[in-house]
Protein backbone atom coordinates (compact mmCIF):
# COMPACT_ATOMS: atom_id res chain seq x y z
CA UNK A 1 0.00 0.00 0.00
CA UNK A 2 1.29 3.53 -0.77
CA UNK A 3 0.08 6.90 -0.74
CA UNK A 4 2.17 9.77 -2.65
CA UNK A 5 1.52 12.95 -2.04
CA UNK A 6 3.01 15.71 -4.22
CA UNK A 7 2.52 19.65 -5.34
CA UNK A 8 3.60 21.33 -2.57
CA UNK A 9 5.92 23.99 -2.67
CA UNK A 10 6.80 27.71 -1.90
CA UNK A 11 3.92 30.38 -3.30
CA UNK A 12 3.24 33.74 -2.01
CA UNK A 13 -0.66 34.90 -0.71
CA UNK A 14 -2.98 34.98 -2.79
CA UNK A 15 -1.46 32.22 -5.03
CA UNK A 16 -2.83 28.81 -5.74
CA UNK A 17 -1.31 25.24 -5.02
CA UNK A 18 -2.53 21.91 -6.61
CA UNK A 19 -1.83 19.06 -4.77
CA UNK A 20 -2.17 15.58 -5.65
CA UNK A 21 -2.17 12.01 -3.67
CA UNK A 22 -1.54 9.00 -5.54
CA UNK A 23 -2.75 5.75 -4.31
CA UNK A 24 -1.92 1.49 -4.92
CA UNK A 25 -2.24 -1.24 -3.15
CA UNK A 26 -5.99 0.10 -1.95
CA UNK A 27 -9.51 -0.53 -2.95
CA UNK A 28 -9.75 2.95 -3.74
CA UNK A 29 -13.41 3.00 -4.71
CA UNK A 30 -13.92 1.60 -0.93
CA UNK A 31 -11.94 4.36 0.71
CA UNK A 32 -12.64 8.27 1.63
CA UNK A 33 -9.63 10.40 1.41
CA UNK A 34 -8.61 12.75 3.53
CA UNK A 35 -5.89 15.67 4.16
CA UNK A 36 -4.78 16.49 7.10
CA UNK A 37 -1.71 18.84 7.40
CA UNK A 38 0.33 20.37 10.40
CA UNK A 39 1.94 23.57 11.26
CA UNK A 40 5.05 23.61 13.30
CA UNK A 41 3.57 23.57 16.96
CA UNK A 42 0.35 22.70 15.83
CA UNK A 43 -1.59 19.66 15.85
CA UNK A 44 -2.82 18.28 13.48
CA UNK A 45 -5.67 19.39 11.58
CA UNK A 46 -7.96 17.69 9.18
CA UNK A 47 -8.41 19.98 6.27
CA UNK A 48 -11.10 18.16 3.99
CA UNK A 49 -12.44 14.61 3.17
CA UNK A 50 -14.27 13.22 0.30
CA UNK A 51 -16.25 9.76 0.76
CA UNK A 52 -16.04 7.01 -1.33
CA UNK A 53 -19.45 8.24 -2.70
CA UNK A 54 -18.18 11.75 -3.41
CA UNK A 55 -19.59 13.90 -0.36
CA UNK A 56 -16.95 16.09 0.79
CA UNK A 57 -16.18 18.36 4.02
CA UNK A 58 -13.86 20.76 5.07
CA UNK A 59 -12.39 22.51 7.65
CA UNK A 60 -14.22 26.16 8.45
CA UNK A 61 -11.09 27.75 7.61
CA UNK A 62 -10.42 26.87 4.35
CA UNK A 63 -14.42 26.85 2.88
CA UNK A 64 -14.60 28.42 -0.39
CA UNK A 65 -10.70 28.29 -0.84
CA UNK A 66 -10.00 24.59 -0.80
CA UNK A 67 -11.50 21.89 -3.39
CA UNK A 68 -10.68 17.96 -2.96
CA UNK A 69 -11.76 15.76 -5.83
CA UNK A 70 -11.35 11.96 -6.06
CA UNK A 71 -10.60 10.14 -9.66
CA UNK A 72 -11.64 6.59 -9.41
CA UNK A 73 -9.55 5.73 -12.43
CA UNK A 74 -6.57 7.20 -11.63
CA UNK A 75 -7.05 6.12 -8.04
CA UNK A 76 -6.02 9.86 -7.27
CA UNK A 77 -7.30 12.52 -4.77
CA UNK A 78 -6.61 16.00 -5.46
CA UNK A 79 -6.18 19.05 -3.15
CA UNK A 80 -6.99 22.55 -5.22
CA UNK A 81 -5.47 25.35 -2.97
CA UNK A 82 -6.96 29.04 -3.57
CA UNK A 83 -6.14 32.20 -1.97
CA UNK A 84 -3.48 30.85 -0.03
CA UNK A 85 -2.87 32.74 3.08
CA UNK A 86 0.56 32.82 5.47
CA UNK A 87 -1.17 30.32 7.96
CA UNK A 88 -2.04 27.51 5.07
CA UNK A 89 1.64 27.05 5.65
CA UNK A 90 2.12 23.10 6.68
CA UNK A 91 3.03 20.13 5.91
CA UNK A 92 0.03 18.25 4.03
CA UNK A 93 -0.61 14.66 4.10
CA UNK A 94 -3.69 11.94 2.73
CA UNK A 95 -4.80 9.85 4.09
CA UNK A 96 -7.26 6.48 3.46
CA UNK A 97 -9.92 5.25 5.79
CA UNK A 98 -12.92 2.69 5.26
CA UNK A 99 -14.34 4.15 8.29
CA UNK A 100 -17.54 6.39 8.48
CA UNK A 101 -15.77 8.46 11.49
CA UNK A 102 -14.34 10.75 8.95
CA UNK A 103 -13.30 13.16 11.55
CA UNK A 104 -10.90 11.04 13.87
CA UNK A 105 -7.06 10.61 12.80
CA UNK A 106 -7.10 7.25 14.45
CA UNK A 107 -9.48 5.69 11.76
CA UNK A 108 -7.10 6.41 8.87
CA UNK A 109 -5.10 3.56 8.45
CA UNK A 110 -3.08 4.58 5.48
CA UNK A 111 -1.25 7.80 5.28
CA UNK A 112 1.16 9.11 2.40
CA UNK A 113 4.62 10.69 3.46
CA UNK A 114 3.35 14.72 2.90
CA UNK A 115 4.57 17.24 0.94
CA UNK A 116 5.36 20.74 2.31
CA UNK A 117 3.13 23.84 1.55
CA UNK A 118 4.85 27.33 2.40
CA UNK A 119 2.65 30.55 2.05
CA UNK A 120 4.44 33.68 2.25
CA UNK A 121 2.95 36.82 3.10
Known amino acids: VQLQASGGGLVQAGESLRLSCETSGIDFVAHAIAWYRQAPGNPRELVAVITNLGTTNYADSVKGRFTISRDGAKSTSNLQMSSLKPEDTAVYSC????????????????WGQGTLVTVSS
Open 95 to 110: AATKSVALRNPENYLY
